[in-house]
């Protein structure tokens, strides 16, 4: 343990942000980096807890206290070795993370939890600076060969350990960059592609190969596949977006957020698209869905410079604090208000739409809500809502952006084709812990197998998954786990 007294010395500090108006000018990330004594005290609040709930929060299950520890001592290359034990991406997850370690730390019951994703990213930001990450081939090769279809965090995750096992490695991706949503979705200000770049690199000259524009099922024969590979890890991601069919749903102005979104992560780095430009410019911007990828279309169209931007959800606004049904240390589904919302966005929850209206020439002029009540069972789950009465309205909008969540993996093409078993919510069935499909040699992982999720929970399912598909063409595994020996 660092400081004995951290926790009652220091109160817990946020890196500076550049100013909001600053920042909408362009599409970099903002956060500024802590000073030297900044994240030495950030560290010294960690109170190293007998039983560090921290780590049981984290769904990778990072050895939390030992790397503040070093990180107080000073010692960036242990607590790089140690944060890189049970994280492959450090440098994702410590900038997007939603922090569910933070939800858990002690401290957090009355004080403010330890900055930890912060802490996070700075151990292998200056990792990277100081050379201690360096590109590792592993000594033996096992001469077996594994398929991982998708790029995104879990296909990553899943590549890099079974790389680091001796396997051969190819990861097909039908975009034209390695990366899924990292890449193609979270906006370059939240996450910058260089930053993603760097670690393909890495990836690349760690023997693994990466085949991009290489759409498996599609323009990349599944039977060569099957044929050539000894085992195939499937993450190719929750792709299916939940629409909105209302009347006028064909309105020219509406759009899927991811639409939107990845054009803006090509027009950032100036590769050119064959879809008709989507732009938020001098625009009425209304974002249906009040989840991150809302967020991340708010600060997308504040960069564009619309004229208003408006984000609805449905549910009723959530709690600011824990509440009785939210205790510590479990994650607690409070409001949030992200960068982008400091940027400037107008929110309402509890607002149902009715019908996208269009004008005579078929562009999207307004939206028709009604504002709803929510019938709240005593856990504080919402059942079901009725429509406040005399509520009804029209509000002008050019621009609208459905954010609200996606539905399940695509089933045209790879997993049809396959034949894999799906869950009764449409993913791809394989159990928890075990990541076998139906297929003998197939597993899945990450948000395909799981549904939507988090960046976090892919790498944690790859890295599971690698162990798995290791253990079946070798009969044991030296891989670490989320229940093993983390330093192995
Ligand atoms: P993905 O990242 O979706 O990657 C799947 C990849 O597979 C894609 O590149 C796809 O092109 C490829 N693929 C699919 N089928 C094929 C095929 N047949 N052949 C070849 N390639 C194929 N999570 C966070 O933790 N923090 C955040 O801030 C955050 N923000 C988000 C913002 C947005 C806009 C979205 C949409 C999601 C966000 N998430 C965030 C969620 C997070 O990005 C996902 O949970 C995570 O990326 C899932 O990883 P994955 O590897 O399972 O799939």
């Not at 812990?433 to 003998?440: D, H, L, P, R, S």
């Given at each position: 343990m660092g400081k004995v007294t951290g926790f009652l010395e220091f109160e817990r500090t946020a890196p500076l942000k550049q100013d909001a108006k600053e920042r909408l000018s362009h599409y970099n990330e903002f956060v500024k980096a802590f000073e030297k004594e900044e994240i030495n005290r950030e560290a010294a609040?960690?109170?190293?807890?007998?039983?560090?709930f921290c780590q049981s929060g984290c769904p990778l299950g990072n050895v939390i206290p030992e790397f503040n520890d070093a990180v107080y001592q000073g010692d960036w290359e242990l607590a790089s070795t140690i944060l890189l034990s049970t994280n492959n991406f450090p440098e994702f997850t410590g900038r997007i993370c939603p922090a569910p370690c933070e939800s858990a730390?002690?401290?957090?019951?009355n004080k403010s939890p330890v900055s930890i994703e912060e802490i996070e990213k700075h151990i292998i930001e200056i990792a990277f600076a100081k050379g201690y990450i360096k590109a590792e081939q592993p000594?033996?090769?096992?001469?077996k060969k594994i398929a991982v279809i998708g790029s995104g965090p879990a296909g990553l995750a899943a590549a890099a350990q079974l790389n680091k096992a001796g396997h051969e490695v190819t990861v097909y991706e039908r975009?034209?960059?390695?990366?899924g949503l990292l890449n193609y979705g979270i906006p370059d200000f939240k996450l910058q592609k260089d930053v993603v770049a760097r670690r393909i690199d890495l990836m690349e000259k760690e023997g693994i190969i990466f085949k991009c524009n290489a759409n498996v099922g599609v323009n990349v024969e599944l039977n060569t596949i099957l044929r050539d590979f000894q085992s195939i890890v499937l993450?190719?991601?929750?792709?299916i977006a939940r629409d909105l069919?209302?009347?006028?749903?064909?309105?020219?102005?509406?759009?899927?957020?991811m639409d939107f979104l990845k054009q803006q992560n090509k027009r950032v780095r100036n590769i050119p698209f064959e879809q008709e430009p989507i732009m938020a410019t001098g625009k009425d911007v209304i974002v249906i869905g009040g989840g991150d990828t809302g967020s991340d279309c708010v600060g997308t169209s504040n960069r564009h410079g619309a004229r208003s931007v408006m984000q609805f959800e449905i549910m009723p606004m959530p709690a600011s604090a824990r509440t009785n049904n939210m205790p510590w240390p479990t994650y607690p589904m409070l409001l949030k208000v992200t960068s982008s919302h400091e940027e400037g966005c107008e929110r309402a929850w509890g607002v149902n739409t009715k019908e996208f209206l269009k004008d005579a020439d078929g562009n999207l002029r307004a939206l028709r809500v009604v504002d709803v009540e929510w019938e709240i069972d005593p856990s504080g789950r919402p059942l079901n809502f009725t429509e406040k009465p005399e509520t009804e309205r029209e509000l002008p909008a050019q621009l609208v952006l459905l954010a609200m969540g996606f539905l399940h993996p695509?089933?045209?093409g790879l997993l049809e084709k396959l034949g894999v078993e799906l869950d009764a919510r449409g993913n791809v069935k394989a159990e928890e812990?075990?990541?076998?499909?139906?297929?003998?040699k197939i597993f899945a992982a990450g948000d395909m197998r799981r549904g939507q999720s988090l960046v976090v929970w892919a790498i944690s399912e790859g890295r599971e998954t690698a162990r798995k598909v290791d253990e079946y063409l070798?009969?044991?595994?030296?891989l670490s786990c989320k229940d093993g020996i983390p330093f192995a």
């Open positions: 609040r960690c109170m190293d807890c007998g039983v560090p730390c002690v401290l957090g019951i000594l033996i090769r096992t001469g975009d034209d960059t390695p990366g993450a190719g991601g929750s792709t069919n209302l009347p006028g749903r064909d309105a020219k102005g509406v759009y899927v957020a695509q089933k045209e812990g075990k990541y076998q499909t139906n297929i003998a070798m009969g044991e595994s030296k």
